[in-house]
DNA sequence: GCCAACGTTGGC
DNA sequence: GCCAACGTTGGC
């Protein structure tokens, strides 16, 4: 059992999306990094706690909590020529990309960035180095604690 | 829209 | 394998 947090852009995909969604739960794609590649490829597990982050929005940060809901399989849009995330050195054989299922948990209150920034228990977070841009990044038990504390989720589990 | 930081690409 | 150029991310 690990816990992440994931960015989402909300114009695309916002965490009240994914509570609309059927099952509460959404492919996640589009991920074109390496290294939140491997994340989701290599070390994240069904039932591991995610929290779901808007970015590249009025106002980033947590807009509530979520579960990874299925293994790694492959990234469709990778294929598509149509996609804005199209790869066009991606194929059937050597495929690039990977998406997993992510399920809404539970909601609390929005969690915004320059917040975060204020909590001890959260200066070492991946989100809040400098210059950090994965998209996935790895949340450790304390901060996965300190983060479900301070928005009080009301349903579900997530605690 | 700006810009700092980072990742990827491709020539050599 | 180096590294400059370029593209992208994402907060502000």
């Not at 597990?45 to 980033?60: I, N, Q, R, T």
């Not at 399920?103 to 070492?124: C, I, K």
Request: charged share 20%; net charge negative.
């Amino acid at each position: 059992m690990r816990y992440w947090l994931m960015k989402s852009e909300p114009d695309d995909v916002s965490f009240d999306d994914v509570l609309a969604a059927p099952e509460r739960t959404v492919s996640w794609y589009g991920v074109r990094n390496y290294q939140a590649r491997n994340f989701m490829r290599d070390a994240m597990s069904v039932g591991d706690g995610v929290l779901f982050y808007h970015s590249s929005c009025a106002l980033p940060g947590v807009a509530g909590i979520a579960e990874i809901a299925s293994g790694p399989y492959p990234d469709a849009t990778q294929f598509d020529p149509a996609s804005h995330y199209h790869d066009p050195k991606a194929t059937q054989e050597t495929l690039r990309w990977i998406s997993v299922d992510v399920r809404a948990v539970a909601q609390g209150r929005y969690l915004p960035l320059s917040e975060m920034r204020t909590v001890a228990a959260l200066e070492d977070m991946v989100l809040l180095k400098k210059g950090s841009r994965l998209s996935v990044s790895p949340v450790t038990q304390a901060e996965w604690d300190a983060v479900v504390a301070l928005i009080a989720p009301v349903c579900g589990k997530g605690a």
